[in-house]
């Protein structure tokens, strides 16, 4: 099993809908044909799911968002349905999918305390 990154548009396999930025594991064979068809839309990625034990150990292989693409970061976005301005840049993406996570997981988001102070 491989797992692939849908970049564009959606997925649909044995009656589930995958939306871009979705993950899914593929049989080798159907994951090598989907990347080889269409490399603007499929990725083979390797993403590991770290544990608390190993969080502090230094050799992860889970792709950090400043090292994906401004469109596998816009398809990111776009799967968690994230307003994308026009004319974004790498690092605003980022900033607003750091933003989702850390709201998820219950942390607030940072101020900007210049932009508050008049």
Known sequence: MEQVLIKKFSLRRNGVVYKAGTIIELPNSEADALVKEAP??????????????????DNSEEKALKDYSNEELKAMCK??????????????LVELLEAVNNAEEGAL???NTAATVK
Do not use: C, L, M
């Open 79 to 92: 799967a968690r349905e994230i307003e994308i301005p026009k004319n974004v840049n790498k690092a605003k």
């Open 40 to 57: 603007k839309e499929f990725e083979k990625v390797a993403v590991t799911v770290i544990s608390d034990a190993d969080a502090g150990s």
């Open 109 to 111: 988001p940072p101020v």
